[in-house]
């Protein structure tokens, strides 16, 4: 059986009054995350990673931020569309393993609906889908509550 290891990392700032969405839901916060999409970077990450693994470039290179069809797109469906690339080349997801790096809000409240909604795009079990959160101790641009970090790791297998 062949096996892959992918990792996505991505940041996003914040700005007061956005949406804030990560992991597929909103999350109550005074301030949300910008980006070209909905910038849910639990959904960023996931796709990088399981590009990564997959030997298939990044989020980026399939979903441009100078393409206007992905302006303020939900990132469940880019999660969607990216599960679909791997699956037609062959790969399926055996887990994949998420941190999120944020000051505030505190996110473990969150996370038990964020997997159920993710496993769910993914059509994998939430056995197979981590999420973590921590701070950094408010060091850096997480610290000061100016952006959100995250990072994932994908282990992916030949179907």
């Known amino acids: 059986m062949k096996i892959r290891v992918g990792q996505g990392y991505d940041v996003h700032r914040l700005e007061a009054g956005k949406d804030f969405w990560l992991g597929g839901i909103k999350v109550p916060h005074t301030h949300g995350a ?9 959904c960023h990450v996931i796709c990088d990673a399981l590009l990564g ?25 880019l999660v969607k569309k990216v599960v679909e690339m791997i699956r037609e080349k062959g790969w399926q997801i055996n887990n994949l393993d998420v941190t999120v790096i ?3 809000p505190k ?6 609906h964020m997997k159920s909604v993710l496993a769910a795009v993914m059509e994998i079990s939430e056995e197979d889908l981590s999420i ?14 100016e952006g959100v970090a995250a990072q994932c790791v994908a282990l992916i297998i030949q179907a």
């Open 34 to 42: 910008v980006g070209h999409s909905d910038a849910d970077i639990v």
């Open 53 to 77: 693994a997959a030997n298939m470039r990044n989020i980026g290179y399939h979903f441009s931020d100078k393409d206007p069809q992905w302006k303020g797109v939900d990132s469940k469906v």
């Open 102 to 104: 944020l000051q505030e």
């Open 107 to 112: 996110l473990n409240p969150h996370i038990p």
């Open 132 to 145: 973590k959160a921590t701070t950094s101790e408010h060091i850096g641009f997480v610290g000061r509550g």
